[in-house]
């Protein structure tokens, strides 16, 4: 079979009329600076990269090395292409601006440079996440305010997976497609058209530690899932819990189940656990584009009005079946 690179299935976008070039710019760079941190996260303790930065992030937590490298890999990729207007990362506290000697565009890139970085000193799979929105065309330099956009205007969204292989998953609003790095060539190999959440499930994926802070609906649907044959359910549901949200979402993305970081009394004074808008935002228009849904319980993630760029919000998405199931829990309570 012919191998598409990421390159030629983004012409062909363009070609199609469903991109313009400066989002086709856009994409490469990103995809390419997934290159470059998966180069250094799969170094591991060879190069002397795992562990703290010895700094914390606005998000109060302690950065890793990788945190802060795969940070300064996209922020150096992006800022000089002048297909930005701003950008914005978990790992920074304000709005990013391009550098005044460089020229601008209409695009605001978002992103989550590292996900899972908690798993990255004990080798298990991590990610980036990126979200695409465009810039207000009626401002003329960006704000946090030119980002409080709901995830349903982004343009674009996706991830890297640092795992087995390197994979770079992306949708620009017509279906979710799936890369393959080939590390010989150093080009992603277009390996899954189409990603589609099956409909059902047999499989769930929470940090059950948390169950005593759940609110009761998510109390009620976990109780029935781990009642098994015996419950309301008649069926045996299996669990994963890898901790890094690209992993957890990918494995839905490509076979099904439900992903939940629900509200819970610990996290509830920031309003959730995951970021609304390089996280929950991105994953919500992958998932809703591979036919799943994805809600806060209360609402669809993605006409969620942020107000803060590091806002959290509760997160339940997958197959769509079990999704709403939830949301009638929440419905009914
Ligand atoms: P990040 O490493 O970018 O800060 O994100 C970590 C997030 C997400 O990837 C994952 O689903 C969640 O934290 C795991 O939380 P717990 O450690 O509480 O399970
Ligand atoms: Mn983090
Ligand atoms: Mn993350
Ligand atoms: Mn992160």
Known sequence: MRRVTLTQFLIEQQRAG???????????????????????????????LLGEAGTDNV?????????????????????WGGHLAAMASEEVETVH???????????????????????????ISVGMIFSVLRMPPSEQRATEESFMQPGREQVAAG??????????VLTIGHGVHAFTL???????????????????TREFAINA??????????????DELQQGKAGPRGVDFNMRWV?????????????????????????????GKLRLMYEANPMAMLVEQAGGAASTGRERILDVQPHKLHQRVPVILGSRAEVERVNDYYREA
């Open 159 to 168: 991830y890297a997976l640092f795992g087995p292989s390197t994979m770079f």
């Open 18 to 48: 469903r991109m313009t070039a400066d989002l086709r710019l856009l994409l490469e760079v990103v995809a390419r600076a997934a290159k470059a941190i998966s180069v250094n996260v799969s170094k591991g303790a060879l190069a002397g």
């Open 209 to 222: 530690s948390n169950a005593r802070f759940w609110e009761k609906p998510v109390q009620r649907y976990i």
């Open 59 to 79: 998000q109060g937590e302690a950065q890793k090395k990788l945190d802060v490298i795969a940070n300064e890999i996209l922020l150096q990729a992006n800022e």
């Open 243 to 271: 901790a890094s949200m690209v992993a957890d979402v990918h494995r839905v993305l490509t076979r099904g189940g439900i992903f939940m970081y629900p509200m819970d009394e610990k996290c509830r004074h920031q309003g």
């Open 182 to 200: 080939d590390r010989e060539m150093g080009s992603f190999i277009y390996t899954q058209p189409f990603m589609t959440i099956p409909e059902e």
């Open 97 to 123: 601006q391009i550098p005044f000697d460089y020229p601008t565009g209409g695009f605001l890139l978002l992103f989550d440079p590292l996900d899972g970085s908690s798993n990255i000193d004990v080798n």
